[in-house]
């Protein structure tokens, strides 16, 4: 039973910077990506960031490139967002979400397989 525990949103200001960790547990996590996504009220859920468990690549949306940082531990089986030059309408519910290999949601940038229970992140102006 994969399971995903996001942790370290809260309020920043508008410049600051964030910390969102993700504890994965359940399975080896070989061959995996792990993802961001973020959704703000009414609004989409959008695609963040992503990392390959394995080999470290990463791919981010445009809206955050050089601003968010993704990152992994795999002795600690966490991964990890920096998100530094924080904007007000970087403010929503910040999902982890794994996709395994084989699966439809591999390397999609619209779903994946299995997610966590988010974290909010509020960047006030």
């Known amino acids: 039973q994969v399971q995903l525990v996001e942790s370290g949103g809260g309020l920043v200001q508008a410049g600051g910077s964030l910390s969102l960790s993700c504890a994965a547990s359940?399975?080896?996590?070989?061959?995996?990506?792990i993802n961001w996504f973020r959704q703000a009220p009414g609004q989409d859920r959008e695609f963040v960031a992503r990392?390959?468990?394995?080999?470290?690549?990463?791919y981010y949306a445009d809206s955050v490139k050089g601003r968010f940082t993704i990152s992994r531990d795999n002795a600690k089986n966490t991964v990890n967002l920096q998100m530094n030059s924080l904007k007000p309408e970087d403010t929503a519910t910040y999902y982890c979400?794994?996709?395994?290999?084989?699966?439809?949601?591999?390397?999609?940038?619209?779903?994946?397989?299995?997610w966590g229970q988010g974290t909010q992140v509020t960047v006030s102006s």
């Open positions: 979400a794994a996709s395994r290999p084989g699966s439809r949601w591999y390397l999609s940038t619209s779903g994946a397989d299995y």
């Open positions: 359940g399975r080896t996590f070989s061959g995996y990506v």
């Open positions: 990392i390959s468990w394995s080999g470290g690549g990463t």
